[in-house]
């Protein structure tokens, strides 16, 4: 298939690179000459403007929020107003509101829309091991398959509404920054009574938390190993504000998200926004005067 | 080894019967005649009476709470008060301060104690493979390790101070219950947006929440399947509470120890009390709305 | 003095009738003609347009929020872009980041600009007993200090950055919102324990809490007269919002808005937008199943 | 009237000064000799043993909390057996459930018995300016009413159960935290945005928190003049569990209580513990790196 894609960061680059693999012409933009040069390497067509992507059988974009994909996609003359066959799929954690906005503003010009975010890190894009989260023109899903097959391990198809697909996603690094506070919380318990940060993480991820994330994360927290980041402690922050703004437009209260979200204001005024976020497990240390 | 044992519960019995099993004597009591005969008929003695459990190599207690310890086993006559070689091995959940205290009062009356509690519900218990979080003693360590092997299948050893093996688990159960509700405030989140709570759990547990717990606690919270409790919603809120006591001692502020305290209190006040603690997720759902 | 003066809402209307007794020449406008005939009966000048009314020595707005300001004042036609004498006095509840881009945005045209929102009901408005928390252009400060001298009994000089009028307003009405969610966690654990809602009160507001609020507002949950409103739930929401998002843009946490906020939803879900922001007492009673 | 009087603190010994100053034969009796000479130099009787003091019309104490009634009062022997007339009066801040416990096991014993809180200070008590909070024996109330007019400015009675007083003192304590609480988020985000605390409060209390405990709390907050305390951070939060526990035993969640719990939690941690309760504000400060 013929494909445009923007966005090409740490999560782009290496999803391009699969679509191109996969024997896919996939046409980049970037404002980054770099980007542009390492997708060039990989075999991608390096398009003079942003408006050349948005052509073919799809435009992916992974942009960083909200607010860049508005600016770049939306109001910039980068689409078409006369209806296309090409489907925007974007892979971007933005707001459930704001991807029912984007469907609607893409209907009236008759384009399809497609939301899909993702599970997994740079490690996972590079293996072609993503789970895809998606959502929209479910007469636009069968066609773009085979693009979510090169990128990823599994899709999962959540129906029409688009705001589905990044509602989960949302809720799922909900449920991670949960883990962090969790552990954090009960690991600040424990060395207060003497037990070792590391022995506490051992025990429970070799009995009653064997996930690799709470393995991952307790590892982490345990020997505060908080740079450099994977995922910074603002985009911890960004993902919390999805997450209680989801809620808000629902009326649905989430109390551990009022709390996530007080702690990672309480981790930026002490200068750990640039840390992992899993940093935010020093809120409960420096409460309670364990540092 | 010579074995006295009190606590003939739904994890009691198990454990005492695989002790049999490796061949220990086993002597039991308990006020219920069906538990002394369920014993009885594995293979153990039952006493006359609590006091003639306490003699031989070890004296194991498993009782609900701190109060039941205190009052069967430091208010009774039961304990020697000329210095014994029993060890007093307590596998109940109990306080950290609690296992301090009843330390301090064996020293005084030349008791050797361990705290000693586990991972694992029942059928762990009967398949011999808890895991064993023990401190206290560590001369009488050695000594009763083979009853812990008869036991679990890992004794992790924290040390001189029987405190720490409680509030490990303790620090346990909190995580597992911070788990509830981070996926109970997920689920109503996803819930309001349109996503199934069964598909939502489907993906997390297939995804970035792979662990086992998170996987049976999401299938009860999806399905609302909380009867019957294999863990009441009273017990939770008893960890819970452990959890902020233990806190309070050492001046460590739980935030999320606090939401739970609160869900739990709201969820006892519909009526939940004798539910699976997961029913703690009903309060998510109830305050949005959504039943 | 010439003033004009646009948002003739239930503060706005007496706020302007005390101009136009105090002598001033006020030009008004609106899109009800109920509100520009109800200015025209006690002496205003009602404009063709909205642009009218910025002329002469200051420009009053007193509209709902950011994005009516937005939109009336900043992307309309009705602000001069060659440097003006007229102050534009805005006297809404905006959020303090909004109105320092409000001051940055008008300094590019040269227009003074002042925050000057107040504390004070429709009555206080009707007396011109409103105290004004007033910040920014210092020049202009003195101008139009008669026209604050008309509306309030004090005005409240908060210095050159507008934000500060701004964030103590959102500041007092925080407090507010506290004061009524104490009151209700206070009231249900009484009625909990079988004291009457009215007696608690009573007995409250006659000893350690004599402040008017406290006495109005204690009145109101213990007697659940939530209709009609006088300040809707909404409208409270609104402003704990202001609250946490002036917090959020200088990394203060308020534990206490969080509460808040997660209990004005919990209120929305349950149907209490329209009604009095006291309303969200009935959170702490249903949670407490006490009704 | 002949009355015992046990428990002469700051509060006690002008409250019984103010009973023989209306004409009672007070009859006093404690560890402290300062006590007893202070108690003495106004005129009561100092009794050789807590035993004597238990006698006449009425037996006043007011101890510092639950632990220290249980120890001196009712496990000790001084409480007469065989029923009598003389009513006990327990002005201390106890728990509604230990209210509860204290009437049920006076009972019991034929000895009446009456809860009777206050709020007011040393102060107040010295100038009989109290405000008594009381429920109990109604038969004995009247009795006992010129003792109360003696030692306060007005006697609410809130009937039969004598929880009920103290669940009221405990709710206009919680109150009193939760304002402090207020205050200190209110200044913290005031502070962040440039505004003098001291200004803050001074407006607040100006505008629409008039009421003195706000004026007193707010200076304090303001200057941060948390030495020397005249109510200690500890009490506070003796008081704040007090809240807390009357709502666990009635299933009422109080979520402002958590907070405060959180919030005193991490002042211990900081060694504010004897500082004036107001010092929890310093918890705001703190996390948003104003200090």
Known sequence: MDVGFIGLGSMGLPMAAN?????????VWARSKDACAAAAAFGATVAANAKETFA???FISILSDDESVRKVVMESDMLPSGGTNTVHINMATVSAAFAREIAAHHAKLGIPYISAPVFGRSEAAAAGKLNILAAGDQKAFAKVQPLFDAMGQRTWNLGD????ANVVKIGGNFMLACALEAISEAVALNEAHGVKPADFIEIMTNTIFTAPSYKAYGEIIAHQRFEPASFKLTLGLK???LALAAGDSKNVALPF????RDNFLD?????????EWAAVSNVARRRAKLT
């Open 161 to 164: 509404d688009p705001g589905r």
């Open 257 to 260: 998200g009022s709390i996530l």
């Open 239 to 241: 993902d919390v504000r």
């Open 19 to 27: 679509l191109v693999k996969a024997g896919h012409h996939v046409t």
């Open 267 to 275: 981790a930026l005024a002490h200068g750990d926004a640039d840390k």
């Open 56 to 58: 073919g059988d799809a």
